[in-house]
């Protein structure tokens, strides 16, 4: 492949991606498209690639919250990544809604890492817009999907991401997902679609602050409602290092809901959130009630 070639393959390779995840940042396009390079170079690269399809008209710049600048793909940008990648699918993002950014930049970014691991992921993007198989489970959506493929079917490992304080909605939903499903798939084969079985939950915690208070939350029902071992061990946890700009420097996994952090057992809870987990106790409770 000439220069010329591998210049046209790129910059298809940058459009496909903005189509996967609905929107990306030059540093999240740099970093799939030249993993071994180093972030100098990464960086200039990146800005001739987003140079050159901002210049063409196939992608519009968005500044997004914390400043910072996002792409989404024109009109134009569609035409050209279908006209020599007919089977991708993609759509104008001129009339996305970017969102909670902070939360789905870690969405991405996370899922980058695992791209370039070699393994499959389903965006979050993707999953809303139904361009893979539908997974809602217990009225939950992941915020991402990893999903390690083989001749017999795949494991998925279904992504939560907290960038921001759960709600007692979100966190009554999250319990019903690990009392229901998991728990299920931790005793035996679970298939959420055809071919397709959850293997884990993968907790990502955008400060450690968050990491301790849902780990403390979901211990004290976890305790109440006598979780297995194996399923608190399937709940992995892990803290995104990322700035508030967007700047990604990797997930570390800090354990699991079996051996959490000791600093995270130990999280002092607010009014606020012990009545929401004494909430979800009640709730528990009633719910042990009507099973006996």
Request: charged fraction near 25%.
């Amino acid at each position: 492949m000439d220069t010329i070639q591998q210049h046209h393959a790129n910059l298809l390779d940058g459009l496909e991606a903005i189509a996967r995840f609905g929107w990306l940042t030059r540093e999240q396009i740099s970093r799939l498209l030249w993993p071994g390079s180093t972030p100098p170079t990464r960086e200039k690269l990146g800005q001739r690639l987003v140079a050159k399809a901002q210049s063409q008209g196939w992608i519009l710049r968005r500044v997004i919250d914390g400043g910072g600048s996002a792409y989404v793909l024109r009109p134009s940008g569609v035409a050209f990544l279908q006209k020599f990648r007919p089977t991708v699918p993609a759509k104008s993002g001129l009339d996305l809604r970017l969102g909670n950014v902070r939360h789905r930049s870690l969405s991405n970014n996370l899922l980058i890492d695992r791209l370039l691991e070699g393994n499959t992921v389903w965006t979050e993007y993707e999953i809303l817009t139904r361009r893979t198989p539908q997974i809602v489970v217990a009225n939950k959506v992941p915020d991402g999907a990893i999903l390690q493929v083989d001749d017999e079917g795949a494991e998925l490992q279904w992504v939560e991401v907290e960038a921001h304080s759960r709600k007692r909605q979100d966190f009554e939903a999250l319990c019903q997902f690990i009392r229901g499903p998991l728990a299920t798939a931790s005793r035996a084969p679970y298939q959420l679609i055809e071919g397709v079985y959850l293997t884990a939950l993968h907790l990502v915690f955008a400060e450690e602050r968050l990491g301790a208070l849902l780990t403390h939350r979901l211990l004290a029902v976890a305790e109440l409602e006598q979780w297995s071992d194996t399923l608190l061990d399937w709940i992995e946890l892990y803290w995104a290092h990322q700035s508030a700009r967007g700047r990604w420097d990797g997930l570390q996994q800090v354990g699991s809901l079996l051996y959490p952090p000791e600093q995270w057992k130990e999280k002092r809870l607010s009014a606020l959130e012990s009545a929401l987990t004494e909430r979800v106790r009640r709730l528990s409770a009633e719910l042990r009630v009507q099973r006996a």
